[in-house]
């Protein structure tokens, strides 16, 4: 495979390093001039080494191949005898926020009978003055159940097993109403039904529960891992992506909502997540990525902050088994992580960083939107034209879009208005 040497940052000094990472206590890199020197994968070569010159060889050829490198190598494939006609149950439905949005808790059934593994999915969406009809609406899993994205007590309190923390009364693996709210800060509810915009979201523990359990609950104990999997059984990230995809399917049925404008959104771990259900879902209109970090936007290759040894060490479940073999050897990977951008062209996605994140490599996130342009030059769209980061708090770019927030590790109300925005100039509608 020929590789294209990255001169275009050479005003940064690459040094390579001397020997290769092999445990935990390696400790982490911050600093841009110990980057090593690397060389990506070329996006626009087949695995037989054709150059891919026009949308249709990338449609047909190239990006299917690019989908089947990160399936085989990296997130696990999805069963192939794996159901994707869930059942679903109204549970509740009722009018909220002043009567502004009407809210919606619907559970889906991964397996027949009333006691099989579900997710239970709340929906807000905007009626009266603020509603178009049908209204444009983002989806993203939450880390802590639904009733923690709202202070709306009508919002159910999850059953599913949950991490321990005993500062919101999560005890014995179990959410409490104590929670109710707490990841408010994150789910600007009100400001989305005042833009217009509906909002659909579920526990992403409903779908996988976040530990390394052997494939012995959520979806994973429907489908046990077989001795054939050739280590590309699916990780939870893949299967969280899944979810997402039959939570879009249930959205695709309500009349209230705009079925050609539903965006993926994520944070952190379900950055990465909402990437990889973008790139394996062109249902997606838009993919927004918020600090997804290491296995989400930031190269591979760099090096910078969390690496592969790193992530695959503390969350081995999230990947596939095969990804291991790319520990401290990332050179080796067919893939880095703006070919993941490049998989969800022509569609819009947004990739944003915060100045604090630097476990989740900012530059590295910035420059895989950069390196995704080749496939949106193929449809003639503009991404992100410029060769460094912008600013803090400036939001830049087209069709490929980035900012940089000032502050931590975290999705705020400034990172959800660029959204807004983003979504609101993409899907051309009035403000
Ligand atoms: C850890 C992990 C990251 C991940 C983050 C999160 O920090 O190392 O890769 O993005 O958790 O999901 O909160």
Redesign the pocket.
């Known amino acids: 495979m020929k590789n294209m040497k990255l001169t275009m940052w050479c005003s940064v000094a690459f040094i390579l390093l001397a020997s290769r990472t092999t445990g935990q206590d390696v400790k982490t890199n911050y600093d841009e001039s110990q980057v090593p020197t690397y060389s990506l994968p070329e996006l626009l070569i087949t695995n037989a080494g054709t150059t891919v010159v026009n949308r249709r060889q990338w449609e047909r050829k190239r990006r299917l191949e690019v989908l089947d490198l990160f399936a085989a190598h990296m997130f696990g494939r999805v069963p192939n005898h794996v159901d994707n006609e869930l059942r679903f149950e109204v549970l509740e439905r009722g009018l909220t926020l002043q009567g502004s949005a009407r809210r919606l808790q619907v559970r889906l059934f991964f397996a027949p009978g009333r006691n099989a593994p579900a997710l239970d999915l709340l929906i807000y969406a905007p009626v009266g003055a603020n509603r178009r009809n049908p209204c444009p609406m983002f989806l993203g899993l939450n880390f802590m159940g639904n009733h923690t994205v709202t202070t709306d007590p009508m919002v159910d309190v999850t059953k599913s097993w949950v991490r321990n923390r005993t500062e919101i009364g999560y005890q014995n693996n179990q959410a409490s109403a104590a929670a109710r709210g707490v990841s408010a800060e994150r789910w600007p509810i009100q400001l989305l039904i005042e833009s217009g915009f509906g909002i659909a979201t579920a526990y992403y523990g409903d779908i996988d529960p976040d530990f390394d359990d052997g494939f012995m609950n959520g979806v994973h104990a429907l489908y046990p891992k077989g001795d054939d999997s050739n280590g590309q059984h699916w990780g939870s990230i893949a299967t969280w992506s899944w979810g997402l995809s039959r939570i879009l399917d249930y959205l695709q049925t309500i009349d209230a909502v705009n079925p050609k404008q539903i965006g993926v959104i994520g944070?952190?771990?379900?950055?990465?997540t909402s990437l990889w259900a973008g790139a394996t879902d062109p249902r997606f209109a838009v993919v927004i990525s918020n600090?997804?970090?290491?296995?989400?936007a930031a190269l591979s290759r760099r090096q910078l902050g969390?690496t592969v040894q790193?992530?695959n060490t503390?969350?081995p479940h999230w990947f596939c088994d095969k990804f291991q073999d790319y520990n401290a050897n990332e050179n080796a990977l067919p893939v880095d992580q703006h070919m993941l951008i490049a998989l969800i062209a022509p569609r819009p996605v947004y990739i944003a960083s915060a100045s604090e994140d630097l476990?989740?490599d900012p530059t590295g996130e910035f420059l895989s939107g950069r390196l995704a342009q080749p496939v949106y030059d193929l449809y003639g769209l503009a991404g992100l034209d410029m060769e460094v980061k912008p600013e803090p708090n400036e939001s830049v770019g087209d069709h490929v879009a980035y900012h940089l927030r000032e502050g931590k590790?975290n999705l705020l109300e400034y990172d959800w208005r660029q959204y807004i925005k983003f979504a609101q100039r993409h899907y051309a509608l009035k403000k």
């Open positions: 944070h952190s771990r379900l950055g990465k600090d997804s970090g290491c296995g989400g969390e790193r992530i503390s969350f476990w989740a590790h």
